[in-house]
């Protein structure tokens, strides 16, 4: 197949999308496809038959970024009509979407939970109001309207959100969650418990919360600190994976040192299973790739139903709870102290690869059709 993938980045290490199309792209490649990018930069691939087509789009503000991107691609995909689009956002001419990040509404209206309730209406208006929501907002309703592609969602919560807010039919969407690599996280890296505690200061015997997130406010931090706050004086640590920043520290203040600042770390997969509970109380995500990380390495999970991965959550592997809910938080917690629990990974998980070569059917599937 001639397969085009369109992302303003094609960068690894900038986002989720970013590495997703990063990983799919050499997938692909790898097969034998002819494989394009368009994109505004990138890196490097690590095959050389990778072609990038560089795009010249306005830069800022971020609004007339997506859109000049989008523009700019189904120029170039107007061009092509012997390939198959995919595209994870910010376009307007596709075969295959796969909204990386999920449905712009359904975060939209989950997202602007994390404020107190009397600023809400203040927020969502404001928001209402940035050139940014209303692009998303046309681009998602050309997309689910006007160019009505397959759909590729990673998640339950996801495909229920497309169908709710766009009434998309059901046999025009393909459900095929996240994948990762079972190579790197496995409950083998548990070898790694001693090393990891000795590097920020644990005592073996203590119980350890972790928390791993780029933008910790959307993921939740705030609620954590606080149900951390309401367990009183039971004993137990916090490890902060990802940026922090002097109100973050503030607001642990009254935590004192049960509170771990790591920062960003390059080797995650060891510190999975040297925690004894992941927590990602966060107020949107289409499938986090930490929870599979996390539930793969043996380390039961708290999250949120506004987290698409918490269909995977069952049993002995943790609790899923309402987004915002520091009471229910804190009893969850408080419940994982009192009586720890060490899931042995998760076979329900699929490897990226397995996922990849899905993606590859929904292609092969949507190449015929185009072709007939």
């Not at 449905?103 to 404001?126: G, N």
């Not at 933008?215 to 009183?232: F, H, M, Q, S, V």
């Not at 949120?304 to 915002?324: C, E, I, Q, W, Y």
Request: aromatic share 10%; with cysteine; net charge positive.
């Amino acid at each position: 197949m001639n397969i085009s993938i369109a992302i303003e980045k094609f960068d690894p290490h900038v986002g989720g999308a970013e590495r997703y199309c990063w990983d799919l792209a050499h997938f692909l490649a790898q097969r034998g496809h002819n494989v394009e990018i368009v994109c505004m930069r990138a890196k490097d691939p690590k095959i050389q038959s990778i072609r990038i087509v560089p795009i010249r789009a306005l830069n800022f503000p971020q609004g007339f970024r997506h859109l000049s991107f989008a523009v700019c691609h189904a120029i170039r995909a107007r061009n092509l009509p012997g390939s198959i689009h995919f595209g994870v956002g910010n376009t307007f001419l596709i075969d295959i979407y796969q909204p990386h990040g999920g449905v712009h509404r359904a975060w939209f209206s989950r997202e602007t939970q994390r404020y107190r309730k009397h600023l809400r209406p203040i927020m969502r208006f404001q928001k209402r109001l940035s050139l940014k929501d209303v692009v998303q907002r046309i681009m998602e309703w050309w997309i689910f309207k006007i160019t009505r592609p397959r759909v590729i969602a990673i998640s339950d919560m996801v495909a229920d959100d497309i169908r709710n807010f766009f009434h998309y039919p059901q046999e025009m969407i393909d459900l095929i969650p996240n994948g990762i690599d079972l190579d790197k996280f496995y409950p083998g890296n548990i070898v790694f418990r001693d090393e990891i505690r000795q590097r920020y200061g644990i005592e073996p015997d203590e119980f350890v919360f972790l928390f791993v997130a780029q933008n910790p406010r959307l993921k939740g931090y705030g609620t954590l600190i606080d149900a951390c706050i309401e367990l009183g004086d039971i004993p137990f640590k916090i490890l902060i994976v990802g940026p922090s920043n002097e109100p973050m520290r503030r607001k642990a203040d009254p935590l004192g040192d049960r509170v771990i600042f790591a920062g960003n770390i390059s080797d995650i997969q060891k510190v999975y299973p040297s925690c004894d509970c992941l927590v990602h109380p966060t107020y949107y995500d289409a499938c986090s790739l930490v929870v599979l990380e996390s539930l793969a390495s043996g380390t039961p999970v708290i999250t949120t139903r506004s987290n698409g991965a918490s269909m995977f959550v069952k049993g002995d592997m943790g609790h899923v709870l309402p987004a915002g809910d520091v009471h229910a938080l804190s009893s969850a917690m408080r419940n994982m102290i009192s009586s720890p629990k060490r899931i042995i990974g998760s076979d329900i998980l699929k490897s990226h690869l397995k996922v990849f070569a899905d993606v590859e059917e929904v292609m092969l599937r949507t190449d015929k059709i185009k072709k007939s």
